[in-house]
């Protein structure tokens, strides 16, 4: 009788019990998320094409990179120009609108849920196939310019000068999340604040600058880094609007991680480009934190 | 000409602004909606008109028929299946692994903590090479498995998204359950498991959508057409090598879109809040 209980006892304590709970994520991150980026980090320095052995080649996947290979720098252009471009002017529309639907009536909700819709969808691949007729040389957008006046025949996606501009256009138009977290932001905002202001004489505008700017700027700041890191892994868009063309002018990094390793099956070069990759992001997020000092509000600390 | 006229004037245009742009944000929408009840030979010649005439049905048994003898049904059948294994599982891991960070305790909780972050950060595409090696090695290429497995250990997104909402519950629950001798596995499973229900139907939504949607990892595990799932399937319909019928493309885009439409007609306040949890809580 003594031993089950002292296991109950045993299961019980915390530093038992906790580790039982997160075993499941335990496992997981090792196995799918750990292991694989080891195993990569390994590949990386190979060439491997999945059949025979990997064979090592020190840093010469590197070195191909940025000595030989051309389309690796130009989608990396692409896909900077993607992610610097896109994700802040999806935040400052999502702001905008946010400001807009910010008071809860019967006809904001429906606004809100309307505006949303096009985030929820976004991602399918429905919605991409849907781009690429809209924005095709016969397709629906120069359909409408043709019939109110405006006699239009380019191929926004056949261009190279246009077709990343459509791209970005489709990312913009999918900022109904942002809004929504925008609102919910707006709503954490003290009243007394702009109570405040009201009374020193400030008008709307002011207030806007000097009080809800920066309150919101942790909330920004979040999405800032999280949606930069989205849109560096971008794939869909790419792949499925424009196969990365005209002329590679939309090769998204991500799409050419994916022909190296599963077209060309070059899985060592895949494996170089996606750790590069990785230590970019990992660059770009530590700059961004660097700055966060500069314009990023921090609550006073309190006791 | 009071100040009431002006507001009211002020009041008219913010509407007429409001419903106009957001006849552009979801016009495209629309646009596929109507155009897939146009003759499969009009949607580009009427692209500009949202009447279709005749108003058609064909497009719809048309992609219904699906490609290389497989019908449309099995591959929403396979989406279905993947979406609603791949949900059960990782929003019951996630729960069980949120409890544990949030209520317990634990040597070494920061650092596994800091894991769930980084794995929250770090996106598929980085690990897709190592882990399509090692599926491969197991035989998994060509089902669902590779799919499905991964969710059953926790999906970081839904374990932080939990962990918040078990923290705004008050510990009160829990120390009065250990005074009467609840053990902290009862504790979970019989008073604080009821409670995240909420959390729960969150993460449920969020993750059939994502499921729903998931494309690139489908692509590189499913290579048969009778396993592929929607997403695929509507990828080989616009396939250059394949005859291309863009009107029953349209519909079968329509069908595909349909599960996430009732989502968001029926769950939005859960959408709103998983959003708002994920965007403002970092």
């Known amino acids: ?303 | 000409m009071g100040s009431r006229t002006k507001k009211n004037i002020g009041a008219v245009i913010y509407h007429v602004f409001s419903c106009l742009f957001g006849f552009v944000m979801i016009y495209p929408l629309i646009w596929m909606l109507i155009s897939s009840f146009k003759p499969t030979n009009d949607i580009y010649k009427t692209a500009a008109s949202l009447i279709p005439q005749p108003f058609v049905l064909d497009n719809y048994p048309n992609g219904w028929k699906g490609f290389g003898g497989v019908s449309f049904s099995v591959f929403i059948k396979n989406s279905l299946f993947v979406s609603t294994l791949s949900t059960i599982g990782a929003v019951i891991s996630s729960t069980f692994v949120a409890f544990g960070f949030a209520r317990l305790r634990f040597h070494g909780r920061k650092i596994w903590f800091a894991c769930v972050m980084i794995t929250m950060m770090l996106p598929f595409q980085i690990v897709m090479i190592p882990q399509y090696i090692i599926f491969n090695k197991l035989g998994w290429v060509n089902t669902f498995l590779p799919l499905i497995v991964p969710n059953f250990f926790g999906g970081a997104f839904f374990i932080f998204l939990t962990m918040q909402f078990f923290m705004g519950i008050p510990r009160d629950l829990d120390e009065a359950a250990k005074i009467d001798g609840c053990s902290v596995y009862g504790i979970f499973f019989r008073i604080l498991m009821p409670l995240v229900t909420p959390a729960m139907v969150t993460c449920t939504i969020f993750s059939f959508m994502w499921t729903w949607d998931n494309f690139l990892a489908s692509m590189i595990y499913l290579n048969k057409p009778d396993i592929y799932t929607v997403s695929i399937a509507l990828r080989m319909f616009i396939d250059p090598s394949s005859i291309s019928d863009f009107g029953a493309t349209l519909a079968m885009s329509v069908v595909s879109l349909l599960p996430i439409f009732f989502i968001f007609i029926f769950f939005q306040k859960y959408l709103v809040e998983g959003i708002s949890t994920e965007g403002l809580k970092g």
Not at chain 1, 4 to 13: D, H
Not at chain 1, 123 to 131: D, F, H, Q, R
Request: proline share 4%; with cysteine; charged share 10%.
């Open chain 1, 1 to 303: 009788m003594k031993k089950p209980v002292s296991i109950r006892k045993f299961l019980n304590r915390e530093n038992v019990a906790g580790y039982v709970f997160i075993l499941p994520f335990i496992i997981g991150f090792l196995a799918f998320m750990f292991f694989p980026l080891v195993t990569s980090l390994f590949l990386s320095f190979t060439k491997y094409n999945i059949l025979s052995t990997p064979i090592f080649i020190g840093l010469d996947n590197f070195k191909r990179m940025f000595t030989q290979d051309s389309v690796f720098v130009q989608s990396l252009g692409v896909t900077f120009l993607y992610a610097f471009v896109s994700v802040p002017l999806r935040l400052v529309m999502a702001l905008a609108i946010a400001l807009l639907f910010q008071r809860t009536t019967r006809a904001t909700s429906v606004y809100r849920a309307v505006f949303y819709l096009p985030s929820i969808m976004g991602g399918s691949i429905a919605v991409a196939i849907l781009w690429r007729q809209m924005f095709a040389s016969d397709g629906t957008f120069n359909s409408i310019l043709n019939a109110v006046g405006i006699p239009c025949h380019v191929s926004w996606l056949g261009d190279a000068n246009t077709a990343i501009w459509i791209l970005i256009l489709m990312a913009v138009w999918q900022f109904g999340s942002a809004m929504l977290i925008f609102i919910a932001g707006l709503k954490q905002i003290p009243v007394s604040l702009y109570e405040a202001a009201t009374v020193d004489g400030s008008g709307k505008v002011r207030q806007f600058f000097k009080i809800t700017l920066p309150m919101l700027t942790p909330v920004i700041f979040f999405n800032l880094i999280q949606q930069i890191i989205q849109g560096f892994m971008a794939f869909t868009q790419s792949y499925i609007v424009t196969q990365g063309g005209p002329m590679n002018s939309t090769l998204f990094y991500a799409v050419y991680m994916y022909q190296r390793a599963f077209k060309f099956y070059e899985m060592g070069y895949g494996s170089a480009l996606a750790w590069l990759l990785l230590i970019l992001v990992g660059i770009v997020t530590l700059i961004l934190f660097k700055t966060s000092d500069k314009w990023v509000y921090r609550a006073s600390e309190e006791g």
